[in-house]
């Protein structure tokens, strides 16, 4: 838990742009420890899901680097596994099929059939779809499918889980369930996990620490937050709880007074923002403060 | 199979058990009822206007007249069979003489020359066409996949294939005869040369829509599953095999349905220009034979064409509903 195992050092990316380039991330610089819980979370499009691709290498930085173990990132690989917003499952195989194309990768050699067989309904059952296990993404719930995206990334055995949004698509009741099936497995794996997130809360249930970033283009680290809440956490204890409100306003001033939300940006993701709202509204310290830009969004959303 | 027989009697059966009878008759009328409208009113305007048409070998076709033409071939290839029949039989005969006379004697099995009848040029036909288009397939679409996945070999060869893809047959088929005249030489060919120019004039002319449409259906693979098969370090033929031809399946059906008809159409033109046994030669045999019969007989031949090309199609649609991973989309 003391040394380093993943590090991201004066990473800047510029993408090239019919308009000249364009620089979405500037000196970004991140520490992580083995078995860590980091979230990322920032305003849309200031650049996390670079970040994450960066870290995945589906993306080069143009300056700096990402060292894993002392080994610099350069290319993607299954130690550094993803879990994909829209799930990204092969729609033609069963979700048994999709952890087994990434089983069969990983583990290939090193695991005989009856092994790997053994190990892919593990996984499945640890995510709880092992009643629907051979069942094609088309005919299994949005959660489902997450939950299978989930299982496949897990199965690799990643030194690293890196995981974009992993429930943004999802209604609030599936959410929770999900986070706290993360949880369970969490305390039972202890992976390294880099987790997006627009959502506070789940920002800090779930992390050992929350990485804030400014907005774009130029986006860097804002602030890092240490979430010193005992585990097991349970979100309706918790709820009650003053140290959890306070990191939860934390992120929320963060967000809405350090980093006010640029205006192009506000009616592209129109969900995102009423969510981000409502955080606000039930935030007591913050409200106040941040009445006026919540009816300003409010409004967005509206002509949105 | 099962799902569109059902389809076929299930508006009579909802008539009956309907609560809304009059709903399920309209259904009824505009599923089966309209299509036989349709044909009945096609073969009274064929008949009226047939009747006033007079060619050089008598009056235009009816669909009576095509009728007595349909049997006259059925009787027609019928007694061929068994005068084919009778041949064998014969030299069987004489040859089982030959060998009780003198045990050492050489028999000689000739094969019966007798002249095709339409049933056989339809099978002829329908080989050759199945033939071309395979090939055609087995070239185009791993060179679709190939093209697909590499933008620079796509530019590069784009501008050729729009330069061939709108060539006619007939343009080709001179050239062809020749190539197959000076290469394909061999003491005892396996295939007739008529077969393999029919064959390769088919496979160029049916190869363009597959090769396209693989190819685009390849290049529009989601970045997403482009990512996942990245950070899974999948190998070039697992990444072609798992996420390459599962995503391009229905782009690539589109192409293959669109080849195999002009495949079809395609061969009889062959057929008929360059005199290769087939569809397309019994009716340019029936032009130039020019009896009372010919124009009955080749309006027998272009309703035939026409039910095998849309019979292929079908086929072709049911392939695609089995090997497609995607059972709600609608295909037709
Ligand atoms: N391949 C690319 N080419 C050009 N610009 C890009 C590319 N990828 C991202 N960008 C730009 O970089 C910025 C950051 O994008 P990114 O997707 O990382 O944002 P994000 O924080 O993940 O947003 P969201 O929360 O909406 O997912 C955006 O301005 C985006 O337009
Ligand atoms: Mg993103």
């Known amino acids: 838990m003391t040394t380093t195992h993943l590090e991201l050092t004066g990473v800047d990316i510029e993408f090239p742009t019919p308009s000249g ?112 296990m051979h069942k094609r993404p088309d005919e ?65 249930l779930l992390s050992d620490r929350i990485v804030m970033m400014t907005n774009g283009p130029e986006a860097t680290v804002g602030e890092i937050l ?41 009616a592209a993701k129109p969900a995102k923002e009423k969510k981000l709202a409502q955080d606000v509204q039930d935030t007591p310290e913050i409200a106040a403060v941040s009445a006026e830009e919540t009816t300003e969004s409010a409004d967005k959303v509206k002509a949105a | 199979m099962s799902h569109s027989s059902t389809n076929l009697f299930s508006p009579v059966l909802a008539i009956f058990q309907s609560e809304n009878p009059g709903a399920a008759l309209l259904n009824f009328v505009k599923q089966l009822v309209m299509p036989v409208i349709g044909i009945l009113v096609f073969l009274l305007i064929w008949d009226i206007g047939a009747k006033n048409i007079h060619t050089s070998l008598g009056t235009f076709p009816g669909p009576v007249q095509v009728y007595e033409q349909t049997i006259g071939l059925i009787d027609e290839h019928q007694a ?61 679409i791993p060179a679709g996949i190939m093209i697909g996945l590499n933008q620079p070999l796509y530019s590069a060869l784009n501008p050729l294939i729009q330069l061939f893809k709108p060539v006619s047959p007939l343009a080709w088929l001179p050239l062809v005869t020749m190539v197959v005249s000076a290469l394909y030489v061999s003491k005892d060919p396996m295939f007739a040369k008529s077969f393999i120019t029919s064959l390769v004039t088919v496979s160029l002319c049916c190869l ?38 599962p995503s391009s399946i229905p782009m690539m059906f589109t192409g293959l349905r669109l080849s195999l008809g002009i495949a079809w159409m395609v061969l009889i033109a062959a057929e008929m220009l360059a005199q290769n046994p087939g569809l397309g030669k019994f009716v340019w045999d029936e032009f130039q034979n020019g009896s009372s019969n010919s124009l009955g007989r080749i309006m027998v ?27 709600t989309a609608v295909l037709r």
Not at chain 1, 167 to 176: I, S
Not at chain 2, 208 to 224: F, Q, Y
Request: hydrophobic share 45%; charged share 25%; with cysteine.
């Open chain 2, 80 to 140: 061929e069979r068994q005068k084919e029949q009778a041949f064998y039989e014969r030299q069987e005969k004489r040859n089982a003489k030959k060998l009780a006379k003198n045990p050492d004697a050489k028999v000689k099995i000739r094969p019966y020359t007798g002249k095709p009848t339409f049933f056989d040029q339809i099978g002829t036909s329908l080989v050759t066409v199945l033939a071309g288009f395979v090939l055609a397939s087995l070239i185009a």
């Open chain 2, 208 to 245: 363009w829509p597959t090769l396209l449409n693989t190819a685009v259906g390849v290049s529009a693979i989601s970045k997403d599953l482009q990512n996942v098969s990245q950070v899974l370090r999948l190998s070039f033929m697992t990444h072609v095999i798992k996420i390459v031809l």
């Open chain 1, 226 to 266: 240490e979430i010193d809440l005992p585990r097991p956490r349970n979100r309706i204890e918790l709820a009650d709880d003053p140290q959890y409100n306070h990191y939860r306003a934390a992120v929320l001033s963060f967000l809405y007074e350090k980093q006010r939300k640029p205006e192009e940006g506000g």
């Open chain 1, 21 to 132: 380039p364009f620089k979405a991330l500037d000196n970004v610089n991140l520490k992580i420890k083995k078995g860590e819980y980091i979230s990322l979370i920032g305003h849309s499009g200031c650049g996390k899901s670079t970040v994450l691709n960066i870290v995945a290498g589906l993306y080069q930085a143009t300056k700096g680097g990402v060292l894993l173990d002392g080994k610099e990132v350069n290319e993607p690989g299954p130690e550094r596994a993803v879990v994909f917003q829209n799930h990204s499952l092969l729609p033609w195989l069963t979700a048994y099929e999709n952890v087994e194309l990434a089983v069969n990768q990983v583990f290939k050699g090193k695991k005989s059939k009856a092994e790997m067989k053994a190990w892919i309904e593990h996984n499945l059952e640890l995510v709880h779809m092992t009643h629907a």
């Open chain 2, 301 to 327: 031949a272009v309703l035939v064409i026409g039910l095998i090309g849309f019979m292929l199609d079908r086929i072709m649609l049911l392939i695609q509903k089995k090997v497609s991973w995607d059972k």
């Open chain 1, 140 to 204: 299994i719930s949005g959660g489902m499918k997450q939950r299978v995206g989930i299982a496949r990334a897990l199965a690799m055995e990643p030194k690293v889980l890196l995981m974009d949004e992993p429930f943004g698509a999802l209604d609030a009741l599936t959410r929770a369930h999900l986070q706290d099936s993360l949880m369970e497995i969490q305390n039972e794996l202890n992976n390294t996990v880099i987790m997006i997130t627009h959502d506070v809360d789940e920002a800090v």
